[in-house]
T-cell receptor, first 112, second 113 residues
Framework: GENVEQHPSTLSVQEGDSAVIKCTYSDSASNYFPWYKQELGKRPQLIIDIRSNVGEKKDQRIAVTLNKTAKHFSLHITETQPEDSAVYFCAASDTGFQKLVFGTGTRLLVSP | NAGVTQTPKFRILKIGQSMTLQCTQDMNHNYMYWYRQDPGMGLKLIYYSVGAGITDKGEVPNGYNVSRSTTEDFPLRLELAAPSQTSVYFC????????????FGQGTRLTVV
C-alpha cells in the first residue's frame, strides 16, 4: 500500500521568509496529491492539490511542485505570515484512488 | 449545508467500556474514512468505505469496527476501550473518483482512563 513520508516535522521561520515542506510517496501509480492545513483544535482543510499530469500549481502565496520520477512533492509558502502557523499535511491517493494516505505532518511556526 | 458531522465532540471512557462514534454526511459522497490523530502526530487511517455495504481496513484497524448501511452514515465502534485508543478521531468523506477533496468532520476527542 501507499506510504507517505513528510519532512521536516517542525519548521520555524520569521515572518516574510519562505517555507518549504517536502513529501515522498511509495506507490508510483498514485496521481493525486493534496495538502491540508490544520489550525490548532480544528479540522484539516484542503489548501491546494496537484494532479500527476501537472508539475507545478500556484495559488497566491502557496505553490506545490511534483516530481513523479523521484516520487516526491513539495509545498512552498512565500512571504509567510503569523496566520500561516499551523500543522500542514501532505497526502496521496492509492492506486485505486480510494484510500487517502497522509504524511506525519509539519508544524509550521511563523514568528513576527 | 452541514457537510460532515461527528458526535460526540468529547468523551471519556473507562477501560473496557465500548462506544460508537457517529459520522454522517449530507453531500452524497461515496467514500468515507475514519482517521485517528494522536497528540502531535499525523492522521492514521483506521477504516474506510467506498460505498454502502463496503468497508475495508486501513493502517490501524485493531480494536475498531465499522459498518456502512447507508451512504450518509459511517459509525465507528470501539469495543473494550484501551488507553492506547486515547486520541482525536476524524471522519472524512469525498466524492468517488480519483481527484477529489476530502471534507473532515470537527473531530471527536476521546480519552480512555
Amino acid at each position: 500500500g501507499e506510504n507517505v513520508e513528510q519532512h521536516p516535522s517542525t519548521l520555524s521561520v520569521q515572518e516574510g521568509d519562505s517555507a518549504v515542506i517536502k513529501c515522498t510517496y511509495s506507490d508510483s501509480a498514485s496521481n493525486y496529491f493534496p495538502w491540508y492545513k490544520q489550525e490548532l483544535g480544528k479540522r484539516p482543510q484542503l489548501i491546494i492539490d496537484i494532479r500527476s499530469n501537472v508539475g507545478e500549481k500556484k495559488d497566491q502565496r502557496i505553490a506545490v511542485t511534483l516530481n513523479k520520477t523521484a516520487k516526491h512533492f513539495s509545498l512552498h509558502i512565500t512571504e509567510t505570515q503569523p496566520e500561516d502557523s499551523a500543522v500542514y499535511f501532505c497526502a496521496a491517493s492509492d492506486t485505486g484512488f480510494q484510500k487517502l494516505v497522509f504524511g506525519t505532518g509539519t508544524r509550521l511556526l511563523v514568528s513576527p | 449545508n452541514a457537510g460532515v458531522t461527528q458526535t460526540p465532540k468529547f468523551r471519556i471512557l473507562k477501560i473496557g467500556q465500548s462506544m460508537t462514534l457517529q459520522c454522517t454526511q449530507d453531500m452524497n459522497h461515496n467514500y468515507m474514512y475514519w482517521y485517528r490523530q494522536d497528540p502531535g502526530m499525523g492522521l492514521k487511517l483506521i477504516y474506510y468505505s467506498v460505498g454502502a455495504g463496503i468497508t475495508d481496513k486501513g493502517e490501524v484497524p485493531n480494536g475498531y469496527n465499522v459498518s456502512r448501511s447507508t451512504t450518509e452514515d459511517f459509525p465507528l465502534r470501539l469495543e473494550l476501550a484501551a488507553p492506547s485508543q486515547t486520541s482525536v478521531y476524524f471522519c472524512a468523506s469525498r466524492k468517488s473518483g480519483e481527484n477529489t477533496e476530502a471534507f473532515f468532520g470537527q473531530g471527536t476527542r476521546l480519552t480512555v482512563v
